[in-house]
């Protein structure tokens, strides 16, 4: 092979000989960690995949013989390739490459190499609706990365509609302009570590059908992912939006992290739907107004997450985890089906917890709320959480575990449990003590709260036979009362 057909195609093998590789001695082993910063290691990876291709009749097959992907009749907004079009079939929808009439992945081997041999570091694409493999994408990237840093530079960015069949490695990418990448799909791991987009990213109605990894990612624009769908694992740890971010109507599908992540304005998630667990553990939303309608089949998890300006949530979920979330504002948190783990939590403003008893709408729309059937609110747990910006409405309080809740006397219950049904919570008989021991869950004697006339508002001191903290043997901080 030589060298420059190598570089034009894109063929790893080019960037082998570069870095010294010799095909007969084999590849080093090379770690290719998700999200790791061994561009190097990941660039022998990519190599050791696509060795096997060199030995084809002819490299230019590897990537010109490109199979365009499924294109609809009505023709696309830009100038397009028109690869095997047919009567009924507008063909490659790929924007063609100025002065060409072919896209990237169609043109001739000369004029790929032209074209990409005049790119540098920090210029424009505009690749729509063309298809990538990996090979035509490593060649890309190669072009675009700064000798001195190793870092891949790009201007603004169209990929609206592209199709990558194979991973997508931009770890520690910088993005200097507009991020198009509006219904792209990505068939292969997407891996976006690190990487920088300094002004808006679009990522609507895009599908990753393999794990999307955007580790420590920085978002200094707008950034829309929209009704984006999430066949596999979704990662964002420690992410930094710093502009609102937009997740209305998507759909994840796999596990979805987005740990430690800092939402720095408005975090939009109407609609949006998690088949598996949702994580937003120790993720702090600076000023989130509204997160939700979600939903969440599983567990919706946000402990140790913080709220730091006046919010409402609205989630419909099997469960909702929030040990050691800090609220410090007020909050007002709308429930469907979820049992709701309240342990440690800190409540530095009023925060209510009530049971929503329609289906969410967003728009004119119902959500959907698949495999959840049973609508009921219960929380299981308020040990070691301040009882005293507390309002519980329609909330089941059955298998809670009050021991260790501090102001336990100060916690306000609202609402009534609908006839026929259990009562919504077990209260304390005048005497009877909750021993700060007692970790089972608490089955008082006293009238249950929904046996009684309906009240708009009553303290639990009230309700467990008008008794003060003598008669009922509680202290203010939840611990037994002496004699």
Known sequence: MVLTDAIATG??????????????????????????????????????????????????????????PSSLIT???WPYCGYGATPDDVGCRGRRVEPHAACLGHLGHADRFAYVTSLQPG?????????????????????????????????????????????????NAAFEGEVYFSKATFKGVSLFAEAMFRSAAWFLDAVFDQAAVFTGAT??????????????????????????????????????????????????????????DAVFQETTFKSARILGPIVCTETLRLSEAVFESAVTIEAAASAVHCRRTRWASTAALRLRHA????????????????????????GDQEV????????????????????????????????????GTVHLDQLRLEGRYPPGHRPLWPVLAPGMVASAQDTTPNTGRG?????????????????????????????????PATA
């Open 11 to 68: 063929h790893p093998e080019g960037r082998a000989h570069s870095l010294g590789y010799q095909p007969d001695t084999g590849l080093p082993q090379a770690s290719r960690a998700i999200g790791g910063h061994n561009r190097t290691g990941m660039r022998w990876g990519l190599c050791q995949r696509m060795l096997a291709a060199c030995n084809r009749s002819s490299i230019r097959s590897v990537l010109c013989d490109v199979t365009s």
């Open 75 to 77: 023709a696309p907004d």
């Open 123 to 171: 210029a424009d694409l505009d690749h729509r609706g063309t298809y990538f493999d990996e090979g035509l994408l490593f060649s890309l990237f190669e072009a675009l990365t700064d000798p001195a840093t190793d870092q891949i530079c790009i201007g603004e960015a169209l990929f609206n509609e592209a199709v990558f069949s194979g991973e997508v490695q931009l770890t």
């Open 219 to 276: 978002f200094s624009g707008n950034t829309w992912f929209q009704h984006a769908t999430f066949s596999n694992d979704a990662v964002f740890f420690d992410v930094a939006f710093d502009c609102p971010a937009m997740f209305e109507g998507a759909r994840f599908r796999g596990l979805t992290r987005f740990s430690g992540v800092t939402f720095r304005y408005d975090a939009w998630f109407g609609g949006t739907t998690f088949d598996r």
């Open 339 to 362: 049992t709701v783990n309240l342990t440690d939590a800190v409540l530095e403003y009023p925060v209510s917890f009530s049971a929503h008893s329609k289906p969410f709408t967003v």
């Open 368 to 403: 959907p709320e698949p495999r959840l059937t049973d609508p009921t609110v219960r929380v299981t747990s308020l040990h070691g959480a301040d009882a005293a910006h507390l309002v519980l409405t329609d909330v089941d309080l059955t298998d809670c575990r009050f021991a």
């Open 447 to 479: 009238t249950p709260l929904a046996c009684r006339p309906p009240c708009s508002r009553r303290r639990l001191d009230s309700c467990t036979g008008g008794g003060d903290r003598a008669r009922t043997g509680l202290t203010g901080t939840g611990v």
